[in-house]
Antibody, heavy 119, light 110 residues
Framework: QVQLVESGGGLVKPGGSLRLSCAAS????????MSWVRQAPGKGLEWLSY????????EYADSVKGRFAVSRDNAKNSVYLQMDSLRAEDTAVYYC????????????WGQGILVTVSS | QTVVTQEPSFSVSPGGTVTLTCALS?????????PSWYQQTPGQAPRTLIY???TRSSGVPDRFSGSIVGDRAALTITGAQADDESSYYC??????????FGTGTEVTVL
């Protein structure tokens, strides 16, 4: 069955960096676009970024453009989110999600990982 | 900036029907926005319910249905059950890989 497992979260100071990983299993990873979505405490879901199958295409939400970078390693069945210049408002649960085969929706989700930005 | 707006909350009686909507600040929602819907209970990851306007994801009960109603995307729950009490989010695809989540609707079943 499809599994997505995030790791790398934790507490980081404002201005710091963190790299999230998402390990995928149960499907042909290289066939699917992947995305990152976050949810601040008590708030709604926010799409952050996606990456195409062989990393040709990547897009970002305005809120993280220039600070976050998505990448993937198809040999390791993993997608990553490098987060730099972190701010208090980046505190959230971060989810990786598999894009559906039409790429325009999300069909499977990881369990999420908490990132806290605080001094 | 594009905003996708949903009703903040709805209450429905067990066995009742409720329709949640998803509006786009820049105009009408159509099937070419590929509306999708997600259910989330507190502390859990979202669950995919509907994609491409009306296609149910695997394992989703047929009491959940998606459509376009007027100028909005809609999610209808017919015969609501207690475990439908959740937050529901729509997503619209704006092109070039950009997707936007709606503001979310909290549904209470009582």
């Amino acid at each position: 069955q499809v599994q997505l497992v995030e790791s790398g979260g934790g507490l980081v100071k404002p201005g710091g960096s963190l790299r999230l990983s998402c390990a995928a299993s149960g499907f042909i990873f290289s066939d699917y676009y992947m995305s990152w979505v976050r949810q601040a405490p008590g708030k709604g879901l926010e799409w952050l970024s996606y990456i195409s199958t062989i990393s040709t295409y990547r897009e970002y939400a305005d809120s993280v453009k220039g600070r976050f970078a998505v990448s993937r390693d198809n040999a390791k069945n993993s997608v990553y989110l490098q987060m730099d210049s972190l701010r208090a408002e980046d505190t959230a649960v971060y989810y990786c999600a598999r894009n559906g085969i039409t790429t325009r929706h999300f069909d499977f989700w990881g369990q999420g990982i908490l990132v806290t930005v605080s001094s | 900036q594009t905003v996708v707006t949903q009703e903040p909350s709805f209450s429905v009686s067990p066995g009742g029907t409720v329709t949640l909507t998803c509006a786009l600040s820049s105009g009408s929602v159509s099937e070419t926005d590929y509306p999708s819907w997600y259910q989330q209970t507190p502390g859990q990851a979202p669950r995919t319910l509907i994609y491409n306007t009306h296609t149910r994801s695997s394992g989703v009960p047929d009491r959940f249905s998606g459509s376009i109603v007027g100028d909005r995307a809609a999610l209808t729950i017919t015969g609501a059950q207690a475990d439908d009490e959740s937050s529901y989010y729509c997503v619209l695809y704006l092109g070039r890989g950009i997707t936007v989540f709606g503001t979310g609707t909290e549904v209470t079943v009582l």
